[in-house]
């Protein structure tokens, strides 16, 4: 037994020894396959990045011109960063598996700054930046994505938003910024956080991802109510055995369903296999930054996240969001205590909960979990805990700094460019779009969606272009690739009122169905589908409750054209006409027209009435019309045998005048809808025409407040412009003379007489005089018969006060007040000329003596 047992332990020993020999071979591999993993990431995340971006060296940017906020810190950023450096120490003692945070990178200038005030709130001059969703689309398309150095590590700096906007390129913690600054300042409860994502979203690979233009709203399934009827015929007995019968359809319906599952389960395996992404040596490691927006603040109703990459937002149980570390904002810092082993889908987003979420600043500023841990396991020295407890006291009154950066600006060439150079290509399953900056196309596209059959992205299905500032009010264009179905979707303001215009050629006597918007038209017109031999219109909203007008056509005959023939004369022979009517309730349901047909190559219209209430049939005349050559001679020219009538129900029998006048009438209907078809042939060629014109010659608007595109109107206001300072030139240089009515009755004003001196003086103090004069006796006279009009106004009153109703005594009351306003104006006017012009005349004869022309002659006078 001795042996034995020491046996057994002679061969633990060795099976210890072989493990030991294992883990030291294994490690140097371990290591090695992350060196490959890392090679593997970067490879990948080359691929992601467009091939047409150019590398960009960051140390080469110019910094010289920053302000001194960029350069230096001051005193309450130093305490900062000392407060942020215990707060990390503690950290690192407390969690020492977790990560470095990611608090205090240095910034384009090498100086550290704390990342919650490199957050600069910031709300810019454009309606389309107020929401979320186009922030989010905004920053996306601006600023080119660079990947992280290093995958699994967050970056040694984060420069600001100033800088990064002026070169349009970030990585996901500088796009977050950037986002979340415009986020705040639009007013949203916005956050940067800092964690870890699937290589899919830190790579920006959305290659398995279907394209947004391609969801589809869920549709909500509406309940069908059922109407119960209790006078139902009864069925017949069913005298087969309902248990046989479920059992052969339990047995149908099992074989059905197994074979359909495993039709889709080979069909999800081949996909699977086709799709499916790559194993990921990283996952879990990869580091990202997004934005946490939460619910309260501008009516948002739920917590979600935005991906500043792509600009869509995802929901907190994402399961693409592997983990949270931190938060921040431009007024705190939150440290993520709860476990993310579930990924974000078990964490509460509630940044008061001191247990979930270890603030930096609190309103004690003294971290809840993180020191007394600390004292309890005595990890720190006595000399640093006393030099910790110092800042802590000071922190308890200390308020985050104001941001270090200046305002972010956008100019708006730059909020219209938006894509880096104009131009933007993102690829998703099956699906590629591109997009381009206003007016950089000359035919207006400003993107392009093009739908794949397949993965590799080989066979083209469907093209889907949008369109900006057409002349002729393009908006979007469909093209199916398989049916070469193309489908133009217009702006209101198009010349024929086109709202949709579904084709294959540009070419007349083609399938082309035309939409229009039916409130801009006379006619009511909303659809026109044509074809070779038919053309179908419709209605809405006419007087004569027409909606639909089908018109059929037969094969023309050899053309012939004569001398004097019109250009028409050759036109398509109209067949038939066929016309639906609504229901018109002012009159009666068999004198109601619901559908009149005109075939005319028979020489029949046959009319059919509404239904009337509790009948089966509706009523119905068929008319047979004469030739022409035939009427001539005939007396008789209507019979009985003209007209075929059903009437449902009982009525009296109608007379043949009656049937002759409504005859007349119904051939008088047809030559006008003759015409109304031939004009509908001709506007379907002239749009037809214009279509293919506009798209030969595509013109662009422009606004006329855009002077840098809109040439002719900025020579129009340059011209106005200069000749508007000419004219403020020539009236400076043109100096009003006071004298000059009374010198031209002198002639000779160089050498002038005393006496005339004297007369000129006389003059022109009398012609003042004179005009004061007459101002007041103006205002004395209005002031007069203002007074003269209330006294009237008062008598009356008296007289009638009692036989006013309310609103007359109010009407009296308001016009009495205007009146005796207007006596206040006058007499305060009147006053005040009374007041000045003794001031005016004085001033006129100084300045008549003080004059060179009169010194000599006037100066001891």
Known sequence: MEVLEEREEEEHEEEQEEEEQKDKELKPLEISDKLEDLKTKESVEQVCVPSDVPDFDWSSIDTSQLPSSYKTNSQNEEKLLHIAAHFLQQYTHICPDRKPLFLHPINECGVEKFVSTTVRPTLLPYTELYHWDSCASFVADYLIMEPLKSPTTPPSSLYSPTTILKYQRGNCFDFSVLLCSMLIGAGYDAYCVHGYATREICTLDETLEECPLLRKPQEVPKEEIKKSNKYRIKSPPDLQSKFELQQKAKKAKKAETEAAQKDKERGEEVVMEVEKPKRDPLNGLRVHAWVLVLSGKREVPETFFINPFTGHSHGTKDEQFLGIESVWNHRNYWVNMQDCWNGCKDLVFDLSD????????????????????????????????????????????????????????????????????????????????????????????????????????????????????????????????????????????????????????????????????????????????????????????????????????????????????????????????????????????????????????????????????????????????????????????????????????????????????????????????????????????????????????????????????????????????????????????????????????????????????????????????????????????????????????????????????????????????????????????????????????????????????????????
């Open 354 to 861: 001191n247990i979930r979420w270890e603030v930096m600043l609190s309103g004690s500023n003294k971290p809840h979990q993180l020191l007394p841990d600390a004292e309890q396991k005595n990890e720190l020295p006595d000399n640093d805990m006393d030099d910790m407890q110092e800042p802590e006291d000071k922190n308890r009154s200390f308020d985050m700094p104001p941001s270090w950066v200046d305002p972010v600006q956008i100019s708006p060439r730059e909020f219209e460019t938006r894509c880096c150079q104009g131009t933007k290509v993102t690829l998703y399953k099956k699906a590629k779009l591109e997009k381009w900056a206003p007016y950089l196309n000359e035919n207006g596209l400003v993107k392009r969606l093009t739908v794949y059959a397949d993965a590799e992205c080989s066979e083209v299905v469907e093209v889907k272009e949008w369109f900006t500032n057409r002349e002729d009010m393009l908006d979007l264009r469909e093209v199916n690739k398989q049916t070469q179905l193309t489908t133009d979707y217009f702006s209101p303001g198009h010349r024929f009122h086109l709202k949709a215009h579904t084709y294959v050629w540009l070419e007349p006597e083609t399938e082309n169905t035309m939409e229009f918007y039916n409130e801009a038209r006379v006619d009511g017109l909303q659809k026109r589908v044509c074809s070779a031999m038919e053309m179908t219109e419709y209605f809405v909203g006419r007087d004569d409750f027409l909606h639909v007008r089908y018109t059929e056509f037969g094969k023309r005959g050899k053309k012939v054209l004569l001398a004097g023939m019109r250009a028409d004369a050759n036109a398509r022979p109209i067949v038939q006409i066929k016309e639906c009517f609504h229901r018109n309730p002012e009159k009666p349901a068999d004198e109601d027209v619901a559908e009149r047909i005109f075939l005319i190559t028979e020489e029949m219209i046959h009319l059919t009435y509404h239904l009337k209430d509790n009948y089966l049939t509706a009523s119905q005349k068929d008319f047979f019309k004469i030739p022409e050559g035939e009427i001539r001679g005939r007396e008789d020219v209507m019979t009985p045998d003209m007209c075929i009538t059903y009437q449902a129900g009982f009525s009296k029998e109608e007379k043949l005048v009656h049937l002759y006048k409504m005859l007349q009438e119904l051939i008088e209907v047809e030559k006008q809808l003759k015409e109304e078809v031939r004009r509908s042939e001709a506007e379907v060629l002239n749009i037809l025409k214009t279509r293919e014109n506009e798209e030969n010659s595509i013109k662009l608007l422009v606004s006329i407040y855009d002077t840098e595109r809109n040439e002719k109107r900025r020579q129009e206001y340059e011209a106005m412009k200069k000749s508007r300072e000419d004219d403020l030139l020539g009236q400076e240089g043109q100096d009003l003379d006071y004298l000059a009515p009374f010198l031209l009755q002198t002639g000779n004003t160089e050498k002038m007489t005393k006496a005339q001196a004297l007369r000129l003086r006389n003059d022109c103090l009398a012609d003042l005089k004179q005009r004061l004069v007459n101002k007041a006796n103006i205002i004395q006279a209005r002031f007069d018969k203002a007074v003269e009009e209330l006294q009237k106004k008062d008598e009356w009153f008296q007289e009638n006060q009692d036989k006013l109703s309310e609103e007359e005594e109010e009407e009296f009351l308001t016009r009495y007040s205007e009146t005796t306003f207007l006596i206040h104006i006058l007499s305060l006017r009147l006053r005040r000329e009374k007041e000045t012009a003794p001031q005016k005349y004085l001033a006129l004869e100084e300045k008549l003596r003080k004059d060179p022309r009169f010194a000599q002659h006037l100066s001891h006078a």
